[in-house]
Nanobody
């Protein structure tokens, strides 16, 4: 069973940067998967942010493109999300996720439904 643990959230001032991490356990090197990041602000639906497939190809939602970078370490056990030029609107709980799919085709359209495994979330608060 694949388990995901997200970390790295905190309180940051607008304009700053932050790097979120997600460690995968119970993960076999033979198990290929699309992995992604979502966020959910209070009173809003969960929003897809970025995804990366088995061969390292990243994809981004238009709302964050140019400010975020998704990456994985070589053994694919740690997923990261770098967020630059932070805005107050970036305040949310951030979730990492993994899907039973080698590639991420369709992740933006399907959103949360595309992913089967979820981390517990890490809170990011951005202030002026």
């Amino acid at each position: 069973q694949l388990q995901l643990v997200a970390s790295g959230g905190g309180s940051v001032q607008a304009g700053g940067s932050l790097r979120l991490s997600c460690v995968a356990s119970g993960y076999s090197s033979a198990y290929t998967t699309c992995m992604g990041w979502f966020r959910q602000a209070p009173g809003k639906e969960r929003e897809a942010i970025a995804a990366i497939d088995d061969v390292g190809k990243p994809q981004y939602a238009e709302s964050v493109k140019g400010r975020v970078t998704i990456s994985q370490d070589n053994d694919r056990n740690t997923l990261s999300l770098q967020i630059d030029s932070l805005k107050v609107d970036d305040t949310a709980t951030y979730y990492c996720a993994a899907a039973h799919s080698r590639y991420c085709n369709g992740w933006l359209v399907e959103g949360s439904r595309f992913f089967q495994y979820w981390g517990q979330g890490t809170q990011l608060t951005v202030s002026e």
